[in-house]
């Protein structure tokens, strides 16, 4: 599949419909070739699985079972739940996902051997089912203390503080485990817009509420952030002095309250009392 996608670097398939949305992809993705002449994609919006016609998705919609992606639901709070879908246990979907998502994720080199990550799938639930929104995966063993792979908002559902909740609750699972982490590199640049927005927004709001001096270990402790990325965030804060061969947090009040003014929303809040989660072992 890698050597495919090396030979057509050319995108494809302009547009997906999924569920309610038609959706124009932004780059290529190394669908089987019997795709390769396929302007337009359908795809299962529950199991995923992609179809070259519409009277395809029909026929399979009306024998298609799932309303919710395969695997467990980990969380929920109104109407957003959210999946834990094993790679190894659900091979196809994962594979289905990653087709999709890689049609909106440039530089990723995608894995297809899924069996060695865990998809965490966010969904809007209404009484057709749980719809999917966006979605992050996660390696069950990261060597480099990755706690995200790729991460993705589908087009009709960014900007509205879905990213952050998806990575808000990458850092949960991280907290559960006692680890810090942070994303494999490299970000894009929404990707890097929303970590940065992110990690800005957490630690400014500690440093608001604390009194005395904190450290960037006590910080990551706290926030379960790797300490590097603390330390870049609160850089380009200008917010940290290197004193006597240490870099020092300098938290003035008033360059607190301008940076928590120019931080924006604080997206969707993950209500860690509705995760049932135990670190996969
Ligand atoms: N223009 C400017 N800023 C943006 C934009 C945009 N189009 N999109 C997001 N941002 C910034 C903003 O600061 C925003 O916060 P704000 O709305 O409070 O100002 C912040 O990022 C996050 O916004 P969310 O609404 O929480 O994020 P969203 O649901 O849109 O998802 C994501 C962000 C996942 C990066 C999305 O843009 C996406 O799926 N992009 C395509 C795939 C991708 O690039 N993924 C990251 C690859 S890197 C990796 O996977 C490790
Ligand atoms: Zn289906």
């Known amino acids: 599949l890698r050597e495919h996608e090396e030979f057509t670097k050319v995108k494809n398939i302009a547009t997906i419909e999924l569920g309610r949305y038609e ?67 659900n091979k196809v979907y994962g594979q289905n996902l990653c087709y999709l998502a890689k049609l909106f994720l440039d530089h990723k080199t995608l894995y297809y051997d899924v069996d060695l990550f865990l998809f965490y799938v966010l969904c809007e ?23 995200l792979a790729c991460i993705l908002t589908l087009p009709p559902y960014q900007r509205k503080g879905y990213g952050k909740f998806l990575i808000a609750f990458s850092y949960e699972l991280s907290k559960k485990e006692g680890k810090v982490g942070t994303p494999e590199r490299p970000l894009s640049d929404l990707g890097l817009l929303s970590y940065r927005g992110y990690w800005t927004r957490v630690l400014l709001d500690i440093l608001k509420k604390h009194k005395g001096n904190i450290s960037i270990k006590e910080l990551s402790d706290m926030t379960a952030i790797k300490a590097e990325d603390i330390l870049n965030t609160l850089q380009s804060l200008e917010l940290i002095q290197y004193r006597k061969g240490q870099h020092v947090i300098c938290a003035d009040p008033k360059v607190l309250d301008r940076h928590l003014k120019a931080a924006g929303r604080g997206g969707l809040e993950v209500d860690v009392s509705k995760l049932i989660w135990t670190p996969y072992k």
């Not at 529950?46 to 519409?54: D, E, T």
């Not at 919710?68 to 246990?89: A, C, N, Q, W």
């Not at 639930?125 to 706690?147: A, I, T």
């Open 23 to 89: 959706i124009e992809t932004w780059y290529f993705s190394p669908f089987p070739p019997e795709y390769n002449d396929c302007l337009k994609m359908y795809f299962c919006e529950f199991c995923l699985n992609f179809m070259k016609r519409k009277e395809q998705l029909q026929r399979h919609m009306r024998k298609c079972d799932l309303k919710h992606p395969p695997g467990d639901e980990i969380y929920r709070s109104g109407t957003l739940s959210m999946f834990e879908v094993d790679g190894k246990k």
């Open 125 to 147: 639930c209404d009484d057709r089912g749980c719809h999917m929104v966006g979605y992050f995966s996660k390696e069950k063993h990261s060597e480099e203390s990755y706690n």
